[in-house]
């Protein structure tokens, strides 16, 4: 069985900050790891993945994300925040052995970019 | 990427009615869609997965007489809620794999509210 946490449902941040969200899994096969963003009323795009390649994804937007197995974490981070960074981002994790486009999400974080 | 279109984007409708979201890709073909219920400032849980040609596969405590669905062909599959209650509104979001990236692409998600 998989599970993603994500430890913080909101984070607030000055514009030019640091972006760290944080979300640790489980899973007992080797994981997919993805990244969305979803603004109000609309669906889901993808930031960036994980997918057993290189272990620091670089996504859109600028945001990144490293994959430590040691520590089952895949943390979201961008070096400065704008405004436009304001929405709410899900983890999620998929089983790279069957279906990987069924996803398990975390909970959510929303981000606030305060001026 | 492949693109997931789903329609309406929104939709009010009277208690004890039906409604069809429809949920097509547009540039691939799709055996296998997903279909996720998110309620208000929460992530998106798994409704079901929606096999071309065969039944679709319920999650655990998701009435399948209530939310029915149909993949009758390569790029379609239909979610319709059966006599509507406030309780089902929410925001359902379809997806997809295209068979070639490692991720899903979502659909723009439609907002059902039943009054």
């Known amino acids: 069985a998989q599970s993603v946490t994500q430890l913080g449902s909101h984070v607030s941040v000055s514009e030019g900050a640091l972006v760290l969200l944080r979300c640790n899994y489980s899973?007992?096969?080797?994981?997919?790891l993805f990244w969305y963003v979803q603004y109000p009323n609309q669906g889901l795009q993808l930031l960036l993945k994980?997918?057993?390649?290189?272990?620091l994804v670089k996504g859109i937007n600028g945001f990144e994300a490293e994959f430590k197995k040691s520590e089952t974490s895949f943390h979201l981070t961008k070096p400065s925040a704008h405004m436009s960074d304001a929405a709410e981002y899900f983890c999620?994790?998929?089983?790279?052995?069957?279906?990987?486009?069924?996803?398990?999400f975390g909970k959510g974080t929303l981000l606030t970019v305060n001026p | 990427g492949a693109v997931v279109s789903q329609h309406p984007s929104r939709v009010i409708c009277k208690s004890g009615t039906s409604v069809k979201i429809e949920c097509r890709s547009l540039?691939?073909?799709?055996?296998?869609m997903f279909w996720y219920r998110q309620f208000p400032k929460q992530s998106l849980m798994l409704m079901a997965t929606?096999?071309?040609?065969?039944?679709?596969?319920?999650e655990q405590g998701v009435e399948k007489d209530k939310f029915l669905i149909n993949h009758a062909s390569l790029t379609l599959s239909t979610l319709t809620v059966t006599s509507a209650h406030p309780e089902d509104s929410s925001f359902y979001i379809c997806?997809?794999?295209?068979?070639?990236?490692?991720?899903?692409?979502f659909g723009q998600g439609t907002r059902l509210t039943v009054v």
């Open positions: 997806s997809a794999g295209d068979g070639y990236n490692t991720e899903a692409f």
């Open positions: 929606s096999n071309e040609g065969s039944k679709a596969t319920y």
């Open positions: 994980y997918t057993s390649a290189a272990t």
């Open positions: 899973s007992s096969v080797p994981p997919y």
């Open positions: 540039d691939f073909q799709a055996t296998t």
């Open positions: 999620a994790v998929s089983y790279s052995g069957g279906s990987n486009y069924k996803l398990t």
